[in-house]
T-cell receptor, first 114, second 113 residues
């Protein structure tokens, strides 16, 4: 099976702009989670979607939002970008709807805000 | 406050030795604890998972232990190889947390020939 894919891989945006990142989970996986990774804060959970519903959310401002489509593909959006949003954004998928399952991560989208 | 901590300093060991990495947590009641490997510029790769009622899990050269009394997990790589050099992340799933992973900062392991 193909792994988790994320597009684009690299992105440069200007402060105040908005950005949309895309994630395609492994075929058959219905749970998709998003994480932000920075040198200072490490890996931080953003949100998790299952069957098009957000069922868990991290401690990020409302500028960060996401959604999941019926084919399990997911997008996350960041509005009014700030310099501190520069990070590696990782998407992960899980096979079953349970909890605590192993997650398969994509290669990430490297976002730079200037 | 809630914390999950890993040795921030890099761990340097000789090839063939056993690497032992530590993960300590405070004010969490994890249902699961997981270990991942991350190479530079790549996403984390799942290695092992241990449940709150388990003491030890093994997979090939890898072993993880979980002590809920000490609030600690240890991750061992036996017969280490230079290819094992990477950053190792522990992550816990709080009870009722679905698939929300709370990660430690990671420990960088360097295995020298």
């Amino acid at each position: 099976k193909a792994g988790v894919t994320q597009t684009p891989r690299y992105l440069i945006k200007t402060r105040g702009q908005q950005v949309t990142l895309s994630c395609s989970p492994i075929s058959g996986h219905r749970s998709v989670s998003w994480y932000q990774q920075t040198p200072g804060q490490g890996l931080q959970f953003l949100f998790e979607y299952f069957s098009e519903t957000q069922r868990n959310k991290g401690n990020f401002p409302g500028r960060f939002s996401g959604r999941q489509f019926s084919n399990s593909r997911s997008e996350m959006n960041v509005s009014t970008l700030e310099l501190g949003d520069s990070a590696l954004y990782l998407c992960a998928s899980s096979e079953q709807p349970g909890q605590g399952l192993e997650q398969y991560f994509g290669p990430g989208t490297r976002l730079t805000v200037t | 406050s809630q914390k999950i901590e890993q040795n921030s300093e890099a761990l340097n060991i000789q090839e063939g030795k056993t690497a032992t990495l530590t993960c300590n947590y405070t004010n969490y009641s994890p249902a699961y604890l997981q270990w991942y490997r991350q190479d530079p510029g790549r996403g984390p790769v799942f290695l092992l998972l241990i449940r709150e009622n388990e003491k030890e899990k093994r997979k090939e050269r890898l072993k993880v232990t979980f002590d809920s009394t000490l609030k600690q997990s240890l991750f061992h790589i036996t017969a280490s190889q230079p290819a094992d050099s990477a950053t190792y992340l522990c992550a816990l799933v709080p009870s009722g947390g679905y698939n929300k992973l709370i990660f430690g900062a990671g420990t960088r392991l360097a295995v020298h020939p």
